[in-house]
């Protein structure tokens, strides 16, 4: 599983990275080197989240991700400096969370390392130390993957951040920390202490349920482009958490899988914002008028991506929904199948609303612009379509993905 997880997070560091340059050249044209220092620093963090296999050494490297991500997002304009200190503020209290939590697993076994730690706490498993532990590594991990209703730091950190700067954190934050949760879960206690022992899966799953309605539903209410992705986030985080909690293969499956498809769309839709926003100085809906005619390419992938995230075939995003309702359907669990399905929804309603706004109306009254007028720098294009592209790509290799990578991180006895 970290070994997929590394794959997507290089791979999106490097896009990301070559995307960047012309947003740094004008955003953050006196602080070049500060940028990327922070940049390679929270690639390494969070490849270092990855990688480890000791419980204390996992909290230094989220800390040393979110420190860079603090000083990441506090360069934006506007209500960043506000934006990051609350995000600082809840991103202490969750790691506070996890910390408490590791120092009570420390107390009862005396190790930190995972692979000890898996072997000796099913001799113990009924001690309330170990419970308590569990509850707050959860509660820290959700609040650093801003899962409903410890959301609140995300939409607006995300949304006053460079463009530059969350086009990596954005995609990679979240999902890493829910590969996170299920390194956890199952690399640390196991699936008979959570999901039998414990037997508190459903609950989770109906808070995933909650979470992915009012994400939908904050989506919907949304006018400026950046924060409506900020609210997709925490809708995806909702369908992860609740396939991981379903406690079967499909769900598993789809959660992993959603891992996968879920960062490379969430870096196709904001690499996409961000040269709509580069060109028109505009991150309003209306801002969208006539962009289907002036940046065509642009908008081929901000039509891939938000066809994915609606889940259409033969997109990546289909088949995560695939096997999340499929899960849901055999755990016999319909309001996270009706969650999904509401969502899917929305989402065909929101980025159709905004393709009729980016095709239908013009710019100014009746005026014709010239085709691809206003279209990005090369170095912000490719990229882009090399994502879109990607996103049909593993759609179409899902097959193989599920059968000769995933199917072996799925833990035995589930």
């Known amino acids: 599983l970290n070994g997929l997880v590394l794959v997507v997070v290089t791979t999106v560091g490097l896009l990301s990275a070559i995307y960047a340059k012309r947003h740094v050249e004008s955003e953050l044209s006196d602080r070049i080197s500060h940028f990327y220092t922070l940049f390679v620093l929270s690639i390494t963090g969070i490849l270092g989240m990855t990688i480890t296999g000791d419980a204390f050494n996992l909290y230094v490297l989220i800390e040393i991700t979110s420190l860079t991500a603090y000083a990441l997002i506090v360069m934006g304009k506007g209500r960043a400096l506000m934006s990051a200190f609350n995000y600082i503020i809840l991103g202490t209290i969750g790691a506070c969370f996890y910390l408490l939590g590791v120092g009570y697993l420390y107390i009862k076994t005396g190790s930190l390392n995972m692979?000890?730690?898996?072997?000796?706490?099913?001799?113990?498993?009924?001690?309330?130390?170990?419970?308590?532990?569990?509850?707050?590594?959860?509660?820290?991990?959700?609040?650093?993957?801003?899962?409903?209703?410890?959301?609140?730091?995300?939409?607006?950190?995300?949304?006053?951040?460079?463009?530059?700067?969350?086009?990596?954190?954005?995609?990679?934050?979240?999902?890493?920390?829910?590969?996170?949760?299920i390194r956890v879960m199952f690399s640390v206690f196991s699936v008979d202490y959570v999901f039998q022992l414990l037997g508190g899966n459903a609950g989770v799953v109906w808070l995933s349920v909650v979470g992915i309605f009012a994400g939908s539903l904050y989506t919907l209410a949304q006018t400026n482009l950046k924060k409506m992705l900020t609210y997709i986030i925490i809708t995806e985080v909702g369908y992860m958490v609740g396939g991981v909690w379903l406690a079967n293969e499909y769900g598993l499956t789809g959660a992993i899988y959603h891992i996968v498809s879920d960062a490379m769309m969430t870096l196709c839709l904001f690499m996409a914002v961000g040269n709509i926003i580069y060109q028109t100085g505009n991150a309003s809906f209306e801002g969208m008028r006539g962009v289907f005619r002036k940046m065509p390419l642009t908008m081929v992938g901000f039509v891939v991506g938000a066809l994915s995230i609606i889940g259409i075939p033969p997109t990546c995003g289909f088949f995560s929904k695939w096997y999340l309702i499929s899960g849901g359907i055999a755990a016999g669990h319909w309001g996270f199948v009706a969650a999904l399905l509401f969502s899917s929804v929305v989402m065909a309603i929101v980025f159709f609303r905004l393709f009729e706004i980016g095709y239908f109306k013009s710019g100014h009254d009746q005026e014709v612009v010239p085709l691809g007028s206003n279209e990005a720098p090369k170095s912000m294009v490719f990229p882009l379509l090399i994502v879109a592209v990607s996103l049909i790509g593993i759609g179409l290799y899902t097959n193989e993905l599920v059968r000769t990578v995933i199917r072996f991180a799925l833990p035995e006895g589930l």
């Open 115 to 181: 692979g000890d730690l898996f072997q000796i706490l099913p001799a113990i498993s009924g001690s309330t130390t170990v419970l308590v532990a569990f509850i707050f590594v959860m509660l820290g991990i959700w609040m650093k993957m801003s899962f409903f209703p410890l959301h609140g730091w995300l939409p607006n950190a995300y949304t006053y951040a460079p463009t530059a700067a969350i086009c990596m954190i954005a995609p990679l934050v979240t999902k890493v920390f829910v590969y996170v949760m």
